[in-house]
């Protein structure tokens, strides 16, 4: 098991509902000594050229077809560039456009060596937190993600909303409402409170918990957790995100290695 030593956060436009910093607060109860970096960008603090290319390659790793991967980032073309920013790295409910996880994160990892090179080494963790849609190739398609672990360790405030599946009636009865016609808005509110929504109230709570996966990994390899009462548990489901992650808690055996990553760890 190896030591955190720090904790650092950054924003990527994630959803207006998460309080970045109540999640550090949270942290920092917990024993952690984490930092809120503000926001990537302005911390990146790239020059007009560096960032034009940033952008240009998030905009080159967007997934085209679900169903093949992506094998490397395309492209785009300069033009249309400054439109295409605004549209992509600014609006949050956009759930149509996904990004390749991993080509996100590598992207994301280079900048960040180039700032700060010293610091992506273990014990430290850097956690992002975007509004930005990523998934990962599985098998026949992509899927949508709320957590890529690794350096940087990203978090979407648009996968809590999108990758955990609803109520399967939910999704029956959809198919019904498109047929006739309906709007899905009032499918929406009968099923209202039984997901995460853009701008879900519950947001800064549910991430808490995938944030504590974010750096159980870092300390132990292991993210997820099997008992199902753990806020490390792997959900699938909406309703089990409302269940263990919004209610945050740890089951024992986690709460001893937490004890240990905060507290047993610091003397020696
Ligand atoms: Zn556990």
Aim: charged share 30%; proline share 4%; glycine share 8%.
């Amino acid at each position: 098991m190896s030591l955190i030593k720090q904790v650092f956060i950054y924003s990527d436009n994630p959803s207006e509902a998460l309080s970045i910093n109540a999640l550090v607060d949270y942290l920092r109860g917990l024993g952690f000594d984490a930092t809120n970096r503000g926001d990537l960008l302005s911390f990146l603090d790239l020059s007009d050229e560096d960032e034009n290319e940033y952008i240009k390659s998030i905009i080159g790793t967007r997934v085209l077809d679900i169903s093949s991967p992506l094998e490397r980032p395309y492209e785009p073309a300069d033009k249309g560039v400054d439109t295409e920013l605004k549209k992509l790295l600014k609006d949050l409910k956009s759930p149509e456009v996904m990004f390749d996880g991993f080509w996100l994160q590598r992207i994301l990892y280079r900048v960040m060596f180039k700032r700060i090179p010293g610091e992506l080494k273990s014990g430290l963790v850097h956690i992002i937190f975007t509004g930005k849609l990523f998934g990962t190739f599985e098998t026949k398609r992509y899927h949508a993600r709320v957590v890529l672990l690794g350096i940087p360790s990203i978090i979407s405030t648009s996968g809590v909303v999108e990758a955990p599946a609803r109520p399967r009636e939910y999704y029956w009865l959809k198919a019904g409402f498109i047929q006739s016609g309906r709007g899905i808005e009032e499918l929406d509110e009968v099923f209202k409170g039984m997901f995460i929504e853009y701008d879900d109230p519950r947001i800064t709570e549910v991430l808490k918990s995938y944030t504590l996966q974010v750096i159980f990994y870092e300390a132990t390899g292991e993210a997820f957790c099997q008992n199902k009462c753990c806020c490390l548990y792997n959900s699938h489901w909406q309703e089990e995100v409302l269940r263990v992650q919004l209610e945050g808690k740890l089951c024992e055996r986690h709460k001893k290695t937490l004890e240990f990553l905060t507290k047993g760890g610091k003397g020696g």
